[in-house]
């Protein structure tokens, strides 16, 4: 997350290695700073720290910029001890929510499980992936970290989603939070709104992003700790005819139902049985075997799972509603509504 940079240190202090620090700074955006000194004798400390502090307030480089103790854009340790200087580079943290308007795009890129990222699987290539290392084509993640790689000149950019959502799955309405780790950015600022619009413009019908943000260093786990109640879209089939009526009894009704982990994702997640909500809001005939029906759910809730009973382990189902078996045909998320208060497990939804 933070980009270390260790240098030998050339000059004893209290001098200071300024074409070292020049190497990494003098070509980068940054505003904050600070500097600590590690002496060979600790006695030595408060007055060489002294002395470094005023060479440094004196250069060019420092002059203008400012000393803080909490999240400085660089941090320099000048030690005495290892011989090293020390230079970190804090991340920019960018915030914003995302729509996903297509059912091929993942939210984050996902190395294939089988042969873990590597393509080969004793010695051939790997029969899940094909070879191409990962199982997804496209990804929130992968479409909007180029635009943001060009306009802040970083390394790695790191996606934190305010849970997340299947691949066919899109997320519409306002969109989902986001957050953005920047790793060793060259800037620090950027035009947000000619980013947003360039981002938007290239991406149509894929991925938009709105509310985009520099933000501060606690909102990833700001954004990403927070649960939230979902309204959902789902179109449901059965082989049989759906009998309306029966769904209607639902209607606008918290009702409880259990989930155990799903038979899709058992293998990666904690087997436990969690209790939800959901209400039906609104229930649509296309046709004899098909509805479209609107629902609110709580955080963490399977709602594919919800729809077909997962062989039992969502406690009622829909299927059992209407007593025949339904499946989930589309879904999207329509709004990320707010925030459940007290709600928290460990696994997100
Ligand atoms: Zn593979």
Redesign the pocket.
């Known amino acids: 997350m933070v980009w270390v940079g260790h240098f030998p240190l050339v000059v004893s202090l209290p001098e200071v290695p300024f074409s070292t620090l020049e190497s990494v700074l003098q070509n980068r955006e940054w505003e904050t700073y600070s500097i600590g000194v590690r002496c060979k004798n600790p006695l030595h400390k408060e007055n060489t720290s002294k002395a470094v502090r005023a060479r440094i307030a004196n250069n060019p480089l420092f002059r203008i910029k400012k000393t803080v103790f909490e999240f400085p854009d660089a941090e320099i340790i000048l030690d005495e001890v290892t011989k090293q200087v020390m230079i970190q580079i804090l991340p920019v943290i960018i915030t914003g929510k995302y729509t996903k308007l297509a059912r091929t795009i993942a939210q984050t890129r996902h190395f294939?499980?089988?042969?873990?990222?590597?393509?080969q699987?004793t010695g051939s290539i790997?029969?899940?992936?094909?070879?191409?290392?990962v199982?997804t084509k496209e990804s929130v993640q992968e479409l909007i970290a180029l635009f943001f790689k060009k306009a802040f000149v970083c390394d790695e950019v790191l996606f934190h989603g305010a849970g997340r959502e299947d691949v066919d799955v899109r997320m519409l309405g306002r969109g989902r939070p986001f957050a953005l780790t920047l790793e060793n950015p060259l800037q620090r600022t950027t035009d947000v709104e000619k980013l947003t619009n360039e981002i938007n413009a290239s991406l149509e019908n894929k991925v938009q992003l709105s509310n985009l943000k520099i933000g501060m260093h606690n909102d990833v786990a700001y954004t990403t700790q927070k649960y939230h109640t979902k309204r959902y879209l789902a179109l449901v089939e059965s082989p049989e005819k759906i009998n309306v009526e029966l769904l209607e009894k639902y209607l606008n009704q918290k009702m409880d139902v259990l989930q155990t982990t799903p038979i899709r994702v058992e293998k990666r997640r904690v087997m436990k049985e969690r209790p939800h909500w959901i209400i039906l809001e609104k229930i649509k005939k296309i046709d004899e075997n098909r509805v479209e029906i609107e629902l609110h759910a709580s955080a963490g809730c399977y709602i594919k799972e919800f729809i077909s009973g997962d062989e039992g382990r969502s406690k009622p189902s829909l299927s059992e509603w209407v007593g025949i078996a339904c499946h989930c045909l589309t879904l999207d998320v329509l709004e990320i509504v707010e925030d459940e208060p007290g709600f928290s497990f460990s696994v997100k939804d």
């Open positions: 294939c499980y089988e042969c873990k990222g590597s393509g699987k790997c029969p899940v992936c094909n070879g191409e290392k199982l």
